[in-house]
């Protein structure tokens, strides 16, 4: 079981892979940091997978909600490599040329991943932030594909993994076709009072839009 009760309407969550499913300002960012920090704390290995923030940004909004530098925690960013190149050695983070790359993406969330596996960690979390990013730089048909490898790899090793996507700026075809990869959805909105948030495919979570803990 993975503890999520700091972040989500549920104390905790089994292992598979979840859709997080949010239109842009709605959160997506900061519930991904949150259930990275959530499993840091509770001695889970993590990796964040981002097309959209540099590995330096994700590491400073990381230790900014800890207080000090993660332990058994590893990045794969795909955006440093466009901008210059990043300077963080590859057993913290593995750089990906762009997220057009999908083979260089899959090859280094293995090796992340193989990294967590061999160390001390129990339980091994997985945000990637964000789908949407990948689908501007390749077809629905293939990054299906890559997303079925890399979902089983987060299953066969009883992980975690929460995938984001915009759901507004797709069509509504395209985020049902990648829903079936998946055991549940996470959802969010911003509501009259506030962000709000109902999960689909977990036991006992409101199925119900509810304020964002």
Same mark, same amino acid.
């Given at each position: 079981?993975?503890?999520?009760?700091?972040?989500?309407? !549920? =104390?905790?969550?089994?292992?598979?892979?979840?859709?997080? $499913?949010? *239109? +842009?300002?709605?959160?997506? %960012?900061?519930?991904?940091?949150?259930?990275?920090?959530?499993?840091?704390?509770?001695?889970?290995?993590?990796?964040?997978?981002?097309?959209?923030?540099?590995?330096?940004?994700?590491?400073?909004?990381?230790?900014?909600?800890?207080?000090?530098?993660?332990?058994?925690?590893?990045? !794969? =960013?795909?955006?440093?490599?466009?901008?210059?190149?990043? $300077?963080? *050695? +590859?057993?913290?983070?593995? %750089?990906?040329?762009?997220?057009?790359?999908?083979?260089?993406l899959g090859i280094a969330v293995s090796e992340q991943l193989r990294r967590i596996v061999e160390s001390d960690a129990e339980r091994t979390r997985v945000a990637f932030y964000s789908l949407s990013t990948l689908l501007m730089y390749a077809e629905l048909e293939t990054v299906f594909r890559f997303l079925h490898?890399?979902?089983?790899?987060?299953?066969?090793?009883?992980?975690?993994?929460?995938?984001?996507?915009?759901?507004?700026?797709?069509?509504?075809?395209?985020?049902?076709?990648?829903?079936?990869?998946?055991?549940?959805?996470?959802?969010?909105?911003?509501?009259?009072?506030?962000?709000?948030?109902?999960?689909?495919?977990?036991?006992?979570?409101?199925?119900?839009?509810?304020?964002?803990?």
């Open positions: 079981m993975y503890s999520a009760g700091h972040t989500l309407p !549920v =104390d905790d969550l089994d292992p598979g892979t979840f859709l997080l $499913s949010a *239109p +842009a300002m709605s959160g997506k %960012y900061d519930l991904l940091l949150s259930l990275t920090v959530e499993g840091i704390e509770a001695g889970d290995g993590c990796l964040f997978v981002s097309t959209n923030e540099d590995a330096d940004d994700v590491i400073g909004d990381v230790e900014t909600r800890l207080g000090h530098h993660p332990e058994n925690f590893r990045l !794969v =960013d795909s955006v440093t490599e466009r901008q210059g190149g990043g $300077s963080h *050695p +590859a057993d913290l983070v593995e %750089y990906v040329s762009s997220p057009a790359d999908l083979t260089g490898v890399l979902t089983g790899r987060v299953d066969s090793i009883d992980g975690l993994g929460v995938f984001a996507i915009d759901p507004s700026t797709h069509e509504e075809s395209t985020v049902n076709t990648l829903k079936q990869l998946f055991d549940g959805m996470i959802e969010l909105r911003e509501g009259s009072g506030g962000r709000e948030i109902r999960i689909v495919g977990v036991e006992d979570a409101p199925t119900e839009w509810a304020p964002l803990p």
